[in-house]
């Protein structure tokens, strides 16, 4: 799985991993999803549907709607411009996995319809989504400890003035 994170001047990652209150939202309605009766849970060996994407494609696609979303979330927005910048968030999304926007929505539709199998489903985006945001921990440790070795070997390396060497030397009297 290939990652692309950037960083701010600041040092901190634009892509941000699930915001709790993200979270707890997931966590919410994979619970009603659960408790649904009647609904089939488990088809390991049924035929997906056309435009279906199958488990790990679908895999994929969440673990970069959650990025775009917790990104989103960061940046405590309006809720016009949210709207906008998920649009944009979007598009590029679905254009590198080679998916639609109505595949995508149906495929979510087809899985919710079967709750064991999105859980397990998302028990694995959210491991992706933490290996992703171990990297980024780690890059950004990485690059703040690399800028810091600079200032700190620069401090090292010049020696204090002596108070002789801040004195306005004194021209040479004429003999």
């Given at each position: 799985m290939r990652t692309h994170v950037q960083v701010n001047a600041a040092g901190s990652p634009l892509s941000r991993m699930l915001h709790p209150?993200?979270?707890?939202?997931?966590?919410?309605?994979?619970?009603?999803?659960?408790?649904?009766?009647?609904?089939?849970?488990?088809e390991p060996t049924a035929k997906l549907p056309d435009g279906v994407l199958d488990r790990e494609a679908m895999i994929a696609v969440l673990v970069d709607v959650h990025l775009a979303e917790g990104d989103l979330l960061e940046r405590n927005l309006p809720s016009e411009e949210q709207e906008a910048l998920?649009?944009?968030?979007?598009?590029?999304?679905?254009?590198?996995?080679?998916?639609?926007?109505?595949?995508?929505?149906?495929?979510?539709?087809?899985?919710?319809?079967?709750?064991?199998?999105?859980?397990?489903?998302?028990?694995?985006?959210?491991?992706?989504?933490?290996?992703?945001?171990?990297?980024?921990?780690?890059?950004?440790?990485?690059?703040?400890?690399?800028?810091?070795?600079?200032?700190?070997?620069?401090?090292?390396?010049?020696?204090?003035?002596?108070?002789?060497?801040?004195q306005t030397p004194r021209p040479a009297e004429a003999p």
């Amino acid at each position: 799985m290939r990652t692309h994170v950037q960083v701010n001047a600041a040092g901190s990652p634009l892509s941000r991993m699930l915001h709790p209150a993200a979270l707890f939202l997931l966590a919410f309605a994979l619970f009603f999803a659960a408790c649904r009766p009647g609904q089939p849970q488990w088809e390991p060996t049924a035929k997906l549907p056309d435009g279906v994407l199958d488990r790990e494609a679908m895999i994929a696609v969440l673990v970069d709607v959650h990025l775009a979303e917790g990104d989103l979330l960061e940046r405590n927005l309006p809720s016009e411009e949210q709207e906008a910048l998920l649009r944009s968030h979007y598009e590029p999304l679905l254009a590198r996995h080679g998916i639609s926007a109505r595949q995508l929505m149906d495929s979510y539709a087809y899985y919710v319809e079967r709750p064991l199998t999105l859980n397990a489903m998302y028990e694995e985006v959210i491991e992706a989504l933490n290996r992703i945001q171990a990297q980024v921990q780690a890059q950004v440790q990485e690059e703040t400890q690399t800028q810091a070795r600079p200032a700190a070997q620069g401090r090292s390396e010049t020696p204090a003035a002596s108070p002789s060497e801040t004195q306005t030397p004194r021209p040479a009297e004429a003999p």
